[in-house]
């Protein structure tokens, strides 16, 4: 049942509530929250039925349509989600019933342009209706960067700017974004990341580019969200009996738990999941949380070889909070408390030291030819000691599915220091090496910056 048209609200509760399109290209809501929806649609049984054995883009059209009724034409919604998911899904058995979801074949080898591919193409749309332009900015250590980059390449009415610390990003890293040019400028900045991050705050800032209608397309925005709720059902409809809506427990390699959120969506909307195994790497907050109920950022996080997870305070740390009843304030204040009960009813939340990382990676290797990379490592090592904990799920029936995050061609010295291997380089990353690039230099000054955008913009 749908009680009307799903509205967002702010999770800091001082933001009037806005509908999707105002609150995807804002981003951030006027009060500095996260949106959320107000409520959350539940699909009905029928509806479940009928998408086993669809293709991925139709279960896309399915769950999406849901959040942004009367906002855009089906037909319209369709043609969007063919284009962008243009690549496979696949779903790899290690043994019994428990299986890797690889997230990893789209253009930059990322579970990341799941959610940036189809947040740039929403972006696009409204923006063309609303006759306005965008310049999206952001600041990149390396694959948020890539992704961006490569999800809004060649879209209409915006433009991108990307700032990477010169020294801090890796040749293919680099690449992904230097050699597409069209609407895509980089910039190596003579810095470090933070100073990337600075020069685009303050932009942001800067009345005198207020004209050129700044974003950021974070990580937070709702229209990243939304998306990944999709390979949840997409995994399910595949692998599990969808008749008798057969329970699954689901691993999520986690950082700023973007991904988490969007399982936790999916089983909202009436996704059967039995168990969803939270995997940290040693950044613990989380985990300790669920243990004791003491919320503890760690500042400044902790560098591990699964290096996107090397989180603190995870941003979507206040939609999870809020899902369940309480609300968290950009520091990490927790002012009212959610139902903590039912959070560890849902999830299990584990953290899984580098040590455990690399032990699992070579191990599913050696024992199963199944080939991961340092995240997926950590989730798959996160569903064992699940299954260890629970022993009345370690059945060989019961199904589990563990979400491979990168392709393992991103990691190509730890694969090959831990199992000697040269690891095989997903189509998309094929002929990358001899393309090229094209990228701007600039000094860590804001004022050339600021003269960089208005130049040419
Ligand atoms: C970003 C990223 C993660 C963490 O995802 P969150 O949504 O931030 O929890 C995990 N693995 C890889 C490879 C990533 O790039």
């Known amino acids: 049942m749908m009680p009307g ?26 009060d500095n929250g996260l949106y959320m929806p107000d409520h959350i649609p539940v699909l009905s049984y029928e509806t479940w039925v009928n998408l086993s054995g669809k293709s991925y883009p139709e279960i896309a059209f399915t ?26 899904v696949p779903l790899e058995k290690v043994y019994d019933r428990k299986y890797i979801m690889r997230l990893d074949q789209g253009p930059t080898a990322s579970f990341k342009d799941f959610a940036a591919r189809m947040m ?54 680099r690449k992904q974004m230097t050699t597409l040019k069209k609407n895509i400028k980089t910039i190596s900045l003579q810095g470090k990341f933070d100073d990337c991050q600075a020069l685009v705050k303050q932009a942001f800032m800067d009345q005198e580019l207020a004209h050129l209608e700044l974003s950021s397309a974070n990580s937070i925005n709702i229209g990243r969200l939304i998306p990944q709720s999709i390979y949840y059902f997409y995994a399910w409809t595949q692998l599990a009996s969808v008749k008798d809506a057969e329970p699954v427990v689901f691993s999520v390699p986690s950082g700023n738990f973007g991904n988490m959120m969007g399982g936790l969506l999916a089983k909202r909307m009436g996704l059967p999941v039995r168990k969803f195994v939270i995997a940290t790497n040693e950044n613990d907050e989380v985990p300790v949380y669920w243990r004791t109920g003491y919320y503890n950022t760690i500042i400044p996080s902790r560098n591990c070889i699964s290096s996107a997870m090397n989180v603190g305070h995870p941003s979507n740390m206040a939609r999870v909070i809020a899902l369940y009843g309480g609300i968290m ?10 139902d903590i009960r039912q959070m560890r009813k849902d999830i299990y939340a584990v953290s899984i030291s580098d040590n455990e990382t690399t032990t699992i990676l070579k191990e599913t290797y050696r024992q199963y ?58 189509p998309s990353m094929e002929g990358l090496d ?24």
């Open 5 to 30: 048209k799903i509205l967002y609200f702010s999770t800091n509760g001082n933001a009037p509530p806005v509908n999707f399109s105002e609150a995807l290209l804002k981003g951030l809501a006027p």
């Open 63 to 88: 769950i999406v349509r849901n959040f942004l009724e009367g906002e855009i034409t089906d037909s319209e919604l369709h043609q969007l989600t063919l284009d962008a998911y243009n690549f496979e």
């Open 120 to 173: 740039g193409r929403l972006m696009q749309y409204f923006l063309q209706r609303q006759n306005r332009k965008m310049l999206i900015l952001t600041a990149t250590s390396g694959d948020t960067g890539s992704a961006i980059a490569s999800a809004f390449y060649g879209l209409d009415n915006i433009e991108v700017v990307i700032l990477f610390p010169e020294k801090e990003v890796t040749p293919r890293q």
């Open 329 to 338: 304030d950009e520091k990490g204040n927790i002012t009212r408390e959610p």
């Open 369 to 426: 030819g199944v080939l991961l990379e340092p995240h997926g490592a950590a989730g798959w090592a996160g569903l064992k000691q699940y299954l260890k904990d629970q022993p009345s799920d370690n059945d060989p029936e019961q199904l589990a599915i563990c979400l491979e995050t990168a392709n393992p061609a991103k990691f190509p010295e730890e694969i090959r220091n831990l199992l000697g291997i040269e690891p095989e380089l997903p």
């Open 434 to 457: 001899l393309s090229e690039e094209s990228y701007d230099k600039l000094n860590n000054d804001y004022a050339q910056f600021r003269d960089y955008l208005k130049d040419r913009y």
